[in-house]
């Protein structure tokens, strides 16, 4: 596998698209050399091609947008890998976030597309983790740590005598190791799975399930025979109903009441009286209250002219005593205060007038009236208040109140005997005879019918519980059948994850030797003591190495010189790739920066050109220098060079290396 183009858009430095092509490279020539000062982006190119193959959070990419982008508003990151398989097949990767046309977007409006091309039709992402995990199968994340690595993980590996231990599950990986050690849980799974499900069946819960059925069955006959008992009971009273109905029929040619229309009339005949007795007492009341005032209603009229006449009387017998006053007050009353006529009446004029005005009041008084009742103001408005009180009463509605009275009575002597009329005693008790049975008969009519119910509910539950039985027993005759079957499937898992637990160990114990080999061959050409180291081991299970000396005794690699450590971790790297049998690019960004020159030298002339199918080196002027780089010259498939603007805050890609 090779990597053929890797295009970066507004990540860090790279505000613009900017593409770096790795060309075919003919025989010998491995190396894809990338030159860079210090902050011109190097580390950004490895990080591209991780994030491009396994994606990012999106708090990490809105972080490392280009802030100059960022700041007009478009919050968009883009990354391309264009691939070439085993199999000669281009597969083209590209992983893009944009928050869209947002406002002052934040990292969770960043949305994540992945676009996937092979051979150059577009193949459909819908399903991204169904890809992520196609991507991962080629290029599996938990090793491209021993493949894309750079000074710092090398110094991170040769940092203490047991830091390989604490990357057991990575070293598993690479060796191919943990794929077999999944199977193997996963085949343990499927046992435990089998065995949650699993019921052994013997023959005695089949008898019982069956002895269970036998009881039910017996249970739904005996509950089917009473209700046959039952519904032939019904049917006798119900006939028994009908003959004492069609008597009633022949006999009284009416139909007979409904127990409803019995209790319909005998609350009605209740309600009758209560009514009734509520009205006698108010009769009662009003008779006691006001008759006696009442039986002389007649004289109110006349005794109200009476009293009108008298107090008439009385008014004028008062006027009249004072009439010669009064014609006085009246003529003198001309003059004042001014006189009413052009000059002032003279004596004469005035004893006219007065005479005249006493003619008239003394006319006016003459009509006699025969008073006989002769009472005061005080008693007569206690007469007529009396007279009032009784005419607003309810005395005058007596005779409706009576009226009312007679047609209830009428109505209770219709509900009391309107449906014999004036039969006959022996009618009567005819009538209250077949009333009684008609009404028993309903009785027994309504029970029976109840009972008739609850036992059809008894009858379809016992069926129900017979089905479910059925049922039941039918899974118990098939579990009987697979018991054997299931007890099998679960030896066979034993026996697979017992052969997998083998595999693993011998291959292993395989890979582990075939690790220590390589390993231990490429520190042999890359040391400058290769003599100082004898032998290397590494523990089956706990992955921990151990270095022995030319005299065969142990010691720790922090007794190592940290250049020899440094060479110790590359040769491990080394070893872990072709260990792992897989055909990946190896991107090793600064590695030289803690070397001496002998080690320099060595890691320059063995292991670059040795590395890998194709090896993509990030490096300082002073790492691959100019020597360095006419070392390098005949393996080099191309060689580029990455600016970094100071003024533009930019990073550009151009071919060409340093010196080149």
């Not at 183009?5 to 593409?19: A, G, R, V, W």
């Not at 379809?460 to 039918?474: A, F, M, P, S």
Request: with cysteine.
């Amino acid at each position: 596998m090779k990597f053929r183009k890797l295009t970066i858009e507004n990540y860090k430095s790279f505000q613009f698209p900017t593409t770096i092509s790795f060309p075919d490279s003919s025989a010998g020539k491995s190396i894809f050399l990338i030159g860079g000062m210090n902050g011109a982006g190097k580390t950004s190119v490895m990080e591209a091609v991780n994030i491009c193959l396994y994606g990012a959070k999106q708090d990490f990419i809105f972080k490392y947008i280009n802030r100059k982008e960022l700041a007009k508003g478009n919050a968009y990151a883009s990354f391309e890998l264009v691939i070439e398989t085993e199999e000669l097949e281009e597969i083209q990767v590209k992983r893009t976030w944009t928050a869209g046309t947002v406002d002052s977007p934040k990292p969770k409006d960043l949305e994540e597309k992945l676009v996937v091309i092979k051979d150059g039709k577009r193949v459909s992402v819908q399903n991204k983790d169904m890809w992520q995990d196609y991507i991962n199968a080629m290029i599996p994340k938990s090793i491209t740590q021993f493949f894309f690595f750079d000074g710092e993980k090398i110094q991170e590996i040769a940092a203490d005598d047991h830091s390989e231990v604490r990357l057991k599950s990575s070293l598993e990986a690479a060796l191919g190791i943990q794929y077999i050690s999944r199977l193997s849980n996963d085949v343990l799974h499927l046992k435990q799975d089998e065995r949650k499900n699993f019921v052994e069946i013997s023959d005695e819960d089949i008898d019982f399930k069956e002895s269970e059925l036998k009881r039910e069955k017996a249970k739904l006959s005996k509950k089917q025979q009473q209700k046959d008992e039952v519904q032939s009971e019904l049917n006798q009273f119900k006939t028994e109903y009908e003959d004492a109905k069609s008597r009633f029929l022949a006999a009284f040619n009416a139909e007979p009441e409904s127990a409803d229309e019995t209790k319909q009339r005998e609350r009605k005949k209740i309600q009758l009286a209560s009514k009734k007795g509520q009205l006698d007492n108010q009769i009662k009341s009003i008779i006691d209250k006001h008759l006696p005032w009442a039986l002389a209603g007649k004289l109110f009229e006349p005794l109200k002219e009476q009293i009108d006449k008298e107090r008439s009387a009385l008014a004028s017998k008062a006027i009249s005593s004072q009439a010669i006053q009064l014609a006085q007050d009246i003529v003198s009353a001309v003059d004042k205060p001014e006189p009413i006529y052009s000059s002032p009446l003279n004596g004469d004029q005035r004893k006219e007038l007065e005479k005249r005005v006493l003619s008239v009041l003394k006319e006016e008084q003459s009509d006699s009236t025969n008073t006989f009742l002769n009472m005061s103001d005080r008693d007569i408005a206690k007469v007529l208040n009396k007279m009032e009180e009784i005419e607003q009463s309810e005395i005058l509605s007596l005779k409706d109140f009576l009226s009312e009275r007679n047609e209830m009575d009428q109505e209770l002597n219709l509900l009391d005997g309107a449906s014999l009329g004036s039969s006959s005693d022996t009618e009567k008790q005819l009538f209250d005879e077949l009333q009684q049975q008609m009404e028993s008969c309903q009785n027994q009519i309504g029970r029976l019918t109840v009972k008739l119910q609850n036992l059809s509910e008894e009858v379809l539950n016992i069926e129900n519980r017979i089905k479910d039985i059925e049922l039941e027993l039918g899974k118990l005759y098939d579990k009987h059948n697979m018991s054997k079957e299931k007890v099998d499937f679960i030896k066979e898992c034993d026996a697979i994850a017992n052969l997998l637990n083998t595999f693993t160990i011998r291959l292993r114990k395989n890979k582990i030797h075939i690790l220590q080999e390589k390993t231990f061959e490429m520190y042999k050409l890359l040391s400058s003591k290769s003599g100082l180291i004898k032998d290397l081991e590494i523990d089956e299970k706990t992955y921990e190495i151990m270095i022995r000396d030319r005299n065969g005794h142990e010691m720790k690699k922090s007794g190592l010189s940290a250049g020899e450590k440094e060479i110790f971790a590359v040769s491990l790297l080394w070893g872990l790739a072709q260990t792992s049998q897989l055909n990946l690019p190896i991107i090793i960004d600064t590695p030289l920066s803690r070397l001496d020159s002998i080690h320099r030298d060595n890691i320059v002339n063995n292991y670059f050109p040795n590395a890998a199918g194709q090896v993509i080196i990030l490096s300082t002027d002073t790492e691959i220098d100019n020597n360095y780089f006419k070392t390098l010259e005949t393996h080099l498939s191309g060689a580029g060079k990455l600016e970094f603007s100071q003024m533009k805050e930019l990073t550009t890609f151009k071919e060409g290396y340093f010196w080149s």
